[in-house]
């Protein structure tokens, strides 16, 4: 009797097990063919990218748009031998010159020949041609490029309609979905890979507007410009960069969200170019020291470090020193949230901007500038400063010697023709200023967000605050053009 109940648990348990590896045959099988689908049915819609480039006098005039990001960063576009990695670098022949450099990947957005790529794939291009899946090549047209987001739209005029994807919500992604890579890694032609995403929002400092999708799914180069699909065929990011000590994936790569490229992308389909809201400031994060001297209860908010004048911000009556709480009526928490907010908004709309001043908030009525008219003006127009007198002004308690910027100073010390301010002429070591890192050649613009016009009077407002024993002063302090704001500890 016991014998028999142990066979028959035996064999209950042989039916389990049985019916388990069936079910997991005909779960696994489909999955397999589903995903294997999917990538047969969006592979057309993916293209390599090939250009002509003269390397020498395209090298001097388009410099590589990623030349400030980190080092590990570098490895996915930056300082490779001409041709890379699609074949030996050309010899110095002349008729190598113009030879077809295959580059990076894109993907197909319209039945009409709408292409999407990255910019730094074509930055150096003369002509441009996409090869697709059944390798047929068209020559491309550039439609327009963004060097600020690193995107590039392309066409091509197809003689019949082509296969083309959308692109997804990123915002409704989740860390942890499975996605899915297509692209030309290293020139071996149309390669899938998979992974999943492994976090948002990464900033790599490559531009103003990174906010990066993290995958682990394995891009290289070459994988540039190529579209990162979801698992509902749909492009939620375009690849653009890795990490990597290697040159090689490591499993950490990054794409540029779908949700900030459509946008750009619709903007250079549209007009050639982006057309970027603008509200004329530089502006800075809000540290713990500076929300203190400020009174303000967190580090909430965006500190204007800058106005430029006859912009929007200034038109309406902001200044250096405001901090922004919120811009069209949504809170301001950082940097990089505000710029990507102002950027978003419609050219010569009207937005309500909050910012903190004086301990009370203040609210203003703001027309949005536009972006790219502001740079184009920037660099034609120059003004004029009259020359100043030399003398030399010291606090000698704070270890700091300063003047007025005169035209020997600002060739000196690279100081714009339009900055105005004291110039730092002298830092005593271990000395107040030495330790807020104050060097020799800065331009001291603005003190208690009172702006500086003459050494005389920014001597006079540091001597009445150490008269009056304050512990400290907020001053704005630039530095090869770049502004910033240090709590200075009179102390």
Known sequence: ????????????????????????????????DETADLVQSLSPAVVNVFTTQNNKEQESKNPNPFENVPPQFKDFFENLPPGFPFGPPPQNNP???????????????????????NQHVIAQANEIKVKFQDDSEL????????????LALLKVNPK????????????SARVGHSVIAIGNPFGLGGTVTSGIISAFNRDINSGP?????????????????????NLDGEVIGINSAIFSPTGG???????????????????????????????????QEVTPEIAKSLGLKNEDGVLIAMVN???????????????????????????????????????????????????????????????EKFNSLAENNKQNNKPTTDKEFEIDKLGLRFKNINDNLRKQYNIAENQTGVVVTGIKTESPSSKVGLSVGNVIAQISQINIDKASQAEKILNDALE????????????????????????
């Open 160 to 171: 019949k309609d082509l296969k083309f994807v959308n692109f997804a919500d990123s915002d």
């Open 309 to 371: 004048p006859g912009e929007p911000a200034e038109k309406a009556g902001m200044q250096a020193g405001d901090v922004i709480l919120e811009f069209n009526n949504k809170k301001v928490k950082n940097v990089k949230e505000l710029q990507r907010t102002v950027a978003d908004s419609t050219v010569a709309s009207s937005v309500n901007v909050t910012v903190w001043r004086n301990k009370k908030k203040k609210k203003y009525k703001v027309k949005v500038g536009e972006l």
């Open 139 to 150: 020559v491309a047209e550039l439609i327009g490029q963004d060097k600020l987001t690193d």
């Open 249 to 283: 994936s490591v499993g950490i790569g990054f794409s540029i969200p779908s949700n900030l490229a459509k946008p750009i992308v619709a903007q250079l389909r549209k007009f050639g170019k982006t057309q970027r809201g603008w509200l004329g400031v530089r502006i």
């Open 209 to 229: 507007y990174d906010s990066f999708i993290q995958t682990d799914a394995s891009i290289n180069k070459g994988n540039s410009g190529g579209p990162l699909f």
């Open 1 to 32: 009797m016991h014998i028999s109940i142990k066979r028959f648990n035996l064999f209950i348990t042989y039916l389990i097990l049985s019916n388990c590896l069936i079910f997991f045959k005909l779960y696994s099988h489909p999955l397999s």
């Open 468 to 491: 009056e024993k304050r512990d400290s002063v907020l001053m704005q302090v630039f530095q090869n053009g770049f502004p910033r704001f240090v709590l200075f500890n009179l102390n």
């Open 95 to 117: 008729n190598n010159r113009n030879a077809p450099q295959a580059l990076g990947s894109g993907f197909v957005i319209d039945k009409t020949g709408y292409i999407v790529t």
